[in-house]
């Protein structure tokens, strides 16, 4: 179900408030790009800033405009066990076709917490992928406690930011070759997939949809010199966007496409000029400007 390129949607903002028209017309946009999946409210959708109601009218929004064409896989992480049952419970009613369930940050749960609050969320009874991210949430989810997690029905993958390649062949060991390993880091994507991974969570495919699924297409179909020509163009961008927070960084440069405005919420602010420099050599690299 999820596999290839899936943008981690930005959250557009106007005035301080949810650009839902915006959204709509990024959700269409992206799927005309060749994205073969949506991923709205993770941290790229700065879901630590959105009130409920706000994840909640995102998510319901993503899935109407989507319509079926693509899946959508609702963000619905909390370091609370119960505020991410109800994020999972929510996003089942609004018709997502899974849920993305970040590790709890700062309260630092041991693996065993971890196996815990995983078996809760799943037990909502829509598909979930767990996203390991040790760098945001100082806890990582190690391939053993991956494979207990595996053997839940509902637990059908995992979003891997930890930029360790060889997670990818312990957790085939741990949790099976059907187990879905998706990327959550754009730079290291292709040597993700060449291991065994299936696709990308990216945060650079909402500025450059078209070329990272083709990137994705590419590798899927072990054409991967086309698949390093392509990373070529984009390694650059990969890098630029995250000089600062990356959703700072991407949300500018969609800004210098026209897509949305480069707006975000503190305690995030706006890019500083060597960044915004850096960003448009990168997409000019790449093509884009």
């Given at each position: ?8 949607l930005?959250?557009p903002?106007k005035?301080?408030?949810?650009d ?6 990024l959700?269409d946009w992206h ?23 706000e ?40 018709g997502a ?6 590790s ?6 041991t ?32 391939p ?11 637990i ?17 060991i741990?949790c ?10 754009d ?15 990216s ?5 450059a949809?078209?070329?990272c699924?083709?990137?994705q ?12 020509e ?20 991407v ?5 210098r ?17 060597p960044?915004r ?13």
């Amino acid at each position: 179900m999820f596999r290839g390129s899936l943008p981690a949607l930005v959250t557009p903002f106007k005035d301080g408030e949810l650009d839902l028209a915006t959204l709509k017309r990024l959700v269409d946009w992206h799927i005309d790009q060749g994205s073969r999946g949506l991923v709205p409210v993770g941290t790229t959708g700065e879901s630590p800033t959105l009130t409920h109601e706000e994840h909640d009218r995102v998510v319901a929004t993503v899935i109407d405009v989507a319509a079926g064409r693509v899946p959508v896989l609702a963000g619905a992480g909390s370091n609370s066990t119960r505020e991410a049952c109800r994020l999972v419970d929510a996003a089942k009613a609004a018709g997502a076709e899974g849920a993305l369930v970040v590790s709890p940050y700062y309260n630092k749960p041991t693996q065993a917490g971890l196996i815990a609050h995983f078996t809760a969320a799943a037990s909502r009874g829509l598909p979930l992928i767990v996203y390991n991210i040790p760098g945001r949430s100082v806890v990582d989810i190690s391939p053993q406690t991956m494979g207990e997690l595996a053997k839940l029905d509902t637990i059908i993958g995992v979003k891997d930011a930890t930029a360790d390649l060889s997670r990818v062949g312990q957790q085939r060991i741990t949790c099976g070759t059907d187990f879905i390993q998706l990327s959550g880091e754009d730079a290291t994507a292709v040597g993700y997939n060449a291991q065994g991974g299936v696709g990308c969570i990216s945060v650079t495919a909402n500025v450059a949809p078209a070329l990272c699924a083709q990137v994705q297409t590419a590798t899927l179909a072990g054409d991967y010199a086309t698949a390093l020509e392509l990373t070529d163009k984009l390694m650059p961008l990969h890098l630029a966007i995250f000089t600062e927070p990356g959703l700072v960084g991407v949300k500018y440069a969609m800004s210098r496409l026209g897509l949305c405005s480069e707006e975000v919420r503190l305690p995030l602010v706006p890019l500083t000029e060597p960044t915004r420099a850096k960003i448009d050599a990168a997409m000019e690299h790449a093509g884009l400007l």
